[in-house]
């Protein structure tokens, strides 16, 4: 099973090095555009719309490492784990301390304040790697900074998975 | 059941006085192997088995002979380095008391290299920096009577700890600044947000005798520096997000920052970067620098090279490009090479194989496939 996971987790990462998320966006509204622009010939589109979907659905899907809020969430992703995108799994603890992002969501077109925390106290949970880095700075900025753990300050330190909170929109 | 037994019969009579002719096998002793004297092609590999993360190893793997050697295990999120002689490899890492829970003991292990036995350890303070391998988790200082750990909890200092009497001598405050980079037998440099350097003097005790700050050598908004340097002869050079390599001489009382330079042309820049877990290696006596570099933008500083560039520190030159895709090697995430004078590059993929490389002429002589699981960090003295 973790190969399969791997085999999509590498493909993914591929995909996310090759394209910008906004370069995504930016080609897939494209598309769009001017799929309106052309004449309805009488061919199968079917394959075209698929895609799509499906490129949409990963942007709006907690369990996929494109997701919208976690531009920059470096870990498992809870939602793979028991939790969600902003709620731990049965039996671990959320972080108390964390470090903050700003993430745009495209189904809206605003820009949020998430914060990314850990949650803790179990062994890591293998499950839905996902390595995004969206204005990370190295460690020496360490409230922009997703390379240590952020369980370090709990009673249970060690790190089982990453979750990604609204905070609030970010003020233009 | 007969015709089997029939069969069996014909068998022995053709083949059994032959098997009786042969002489037995000899009886066997159980030993434990011995490594022998290290190699200039040995390498630890720094493994942080992040799917599983409290069981974290380092691996030591022989680049002529392609066959691993033996482990040390680093337990969870570990820091590792080696003692300047490299006699020494130091594990600075967690345990907790019931395996992926309880409660935390942080501590300093210490692994004779000759047997790959642990020696000893240093009881921490439950502070140690939990991060990403680099040189600069825990580190000697050059006469080795010192080692140097970092601590966030999320405040930032580090510990002075006497390796000799297996002891913490004081923990020193850094005031935001993180890591310990070690020069000469007492000196503690550590990389601020302010794009400065913190170099903290101890006494012969191990306590602090003074501070300086720098004035800032880059800057964190606009093109901040891998905090994973890399040793050169006077001291350590730190690649950009952008791709400038900016060279710090370390031989002084306070550090000294020459004139930044440029890995990428002006049409490069931004287009390819540097990036991974390890971006650079070099061959201090020949002065080559080795960078894995990929196509990407901005958010792209992890990810790995699709090729590794070749510099002549000197010159600042680009010698030559090794394209990985020929190889259908995945993307390299961290790198390093001997210091010898038939000199090998070691590059881990993000799939944790591990390609050999010809230094001098990028030839590929070997990929060991899957050393480890997570394998993002190489040590060698």
């Known amino acids: 099973m973790r190969s399969i996971d791997r085999v999509f987790?590498?493909?993914?990462?591929?995909?996310?090095?090759?394209?910008?998320?906004?370069?995504?966006?930016?080609?897939?509204?494209?598309?769009?555009?001017?799929?309106?622009?052309?004449?309805?010939?009488?061919?199968?589109?079917?394959?075209?719309?698929?895609?799509?979907?499906?490129?949409?659905?990963?942007?709006?899907?907690?369990?996929?490492?494109?997701?919208?809020?976690?531009?920059?969430?470096?870990?498992?992703?809870?939602?793979?784990?028991?939790?969600?995108?902003?709620?731990?799994?049965?039996?671990?603890?959320?972080?108390?301390?964390?470090?903050?992002?700003?993430?745009?969501?495209?189904?809206?077109?605003?820009?949020?304040?998430?914060?990314?925390?850990?949650?803790?106290?179990?062994?890591?949970?293998?499950?839905?790697?996902?390595?995004?880095?969206?204005?990370?700075k190295p460690m020496y900025r360490l409230s922009r900074n997703n390379d240590v753990n952020w369980c370090m300050a709990n009673a249970d330190s060690n790190y089982h998975c990453s979750v990604s909170v609204i905070l609030g929109v970010a003020e233009p | 059941m007969r015709t089997e037994l029939l069969s069996a019969a014909l068998l022995c009579l053709l083949g059994c006085p032959l098997v009786r002719a042969a002489p037995p096998l000899p009886t066997e002793h159980l030993t434990v192997e011995k490594l022998g004297p290290a190699k200039a092609h040995w390498v630890y590999v720094v493994d942080e088995a992040f799917f599983n993360e409290t069981d974290a190893r380092v691996d030591l793997f022989d680049g002529d002979s392609y066959r691993r050697l033996g482990q040390i295990d680093a337990g969870f999120n570990p820091g590792v380095n080696l003692s300047p002689d490299g006699s020494t490899t130091v594990v600075a890492t967690t345990y907790f008391a019931r395996g992926g829970h309880g409660a935390r003991t942080d501590v300093v292990e210490f692994t004779d290299n000759s047997t790959l036995s642990l020696t000893g350890e240093i009881v921490l303070p439950p502070k140690r920096a939990n991060t990403l391998p680099t040189y600069f988790n825990l580190a000697y200082s050059a006469d080795s009577h010192f080692l140097y750990v970092a601590y966030v909890t999320p405040a930032s200092s580090f510990g002075v700890l006497d390796p000799a009497k297996k002891t913490v001598l004081d923990e020193i405050d850094t005031a935001g600044c993180v890591l310990v980079i070690p020069s000469g037998p007492n000196r503690v440099s550590s990389l601020c947000e302010s794009g400065r350097m913190l170099t903290v003097t101890l006494d012969a005790d191990g306590h602090e005798a003074s501070r300086a700050l720098s004035e800032?050598?880059?800057?964190?908004?606009?093109?901040?520096?891998?905090?994973?340097?890399?040793?050169?002869?006077?001291?350590?050079?730190?690649?950009?997000?952008?791709?400038?390599?900016?060279?710090?001489?370390?031989?002084?009382?306070?550090?000294?920052?020459?004139?930044?330079?440029?890995?990428?042309?002006?049409?490069?820049?931004?287009?390819?970067?540097?990036?991974?877990?390890?971006?650079?290696?070099?061959?201090?006596?020949?002065?080559?620098?080795?960078?894995?570099?990929?196509?990407g933008g901005e958010g792209s500083h992890k990810s790995g090279g699709t090729e590794i560039w070749v510099f002549d520190l000197k010159t600042h030159e680009r010698l030559a490009r090794w394209p990985l895709s020929a190889h259908k090697l995945a993307a390299v995430i961290a790198i390093q090479v001997s210091q010898d004078d038939a000199p090998i590059v070691f590059a881990a993929t993000e799939k944790s194989d591990v390609a050999v490389f010809d230094a001098l002429t990028g030839q590929l002589k070997h990929i060991e496939k899957q050393l480890g699981q997570t394998s993002w960090f190489f040590l060698n003295p």
Not at chain 2, 218 to 244: I, N, R
Not at chain 2, 260 to 271: L, N, Q, Y
């Open chain 2, 216 to 295: 800032p050598f880059f800057d964190a908004d606009t093109d901040p520096v891998f905090v994973q340097g890399v040793a050169s002869k006077d001291g350590y050079l730190f690649l950009s997000f952008l791709g400038q390599v900016h060279e710090v001489d370390f031989s002084a009382p306070q550090p000294v920052f020459r004139a930044p330079w440029s890995i990428v042309t002006s049409a490069e820049k931004g287009h390819w970067r540097p990036g991974g877990q390890t971006v650079a290696a070099l061959h201090r006596g020949l002065g080559r620098l080795y960078v894995p570099m990929h196509r």
């Open chain 1, 9 to 136: 987790e590498q493909s993914s990462r591929s995909l996310a090095q090759r394209t910008s998320r906004r370069s995504v966006l930016a080609a897939l509204g494209r598309v769009l555009t001017g799929a309106a622009l052309l004449p309805l010939l009488p061919i199968d589109r079917s394959s075209r719309a698929a895609a799509s979907e499906a490129a949409a659905s990963a942007l709006d899907n907690p369990q996929s490492c494109e997701y919208w809020k976690y531009c920059a969430i470096d870990g498992f992703l809870c939602s793979c784990c028991g939790g969600s995108s902003h709620s731990c799994p049965p039996g671990t603890a959320p972080s108390p301390i964390t470090w903050i992002g700003t993430c745009h969501n495209p189904a809206d077109a605003r820009d949020y304040i998430v914060s990314y925390n850990d949650c803790c106290g179990k062994t890591s949970c293998g499950n839905c790697e996902c390595n995004r880095n969206e204005h990370e």
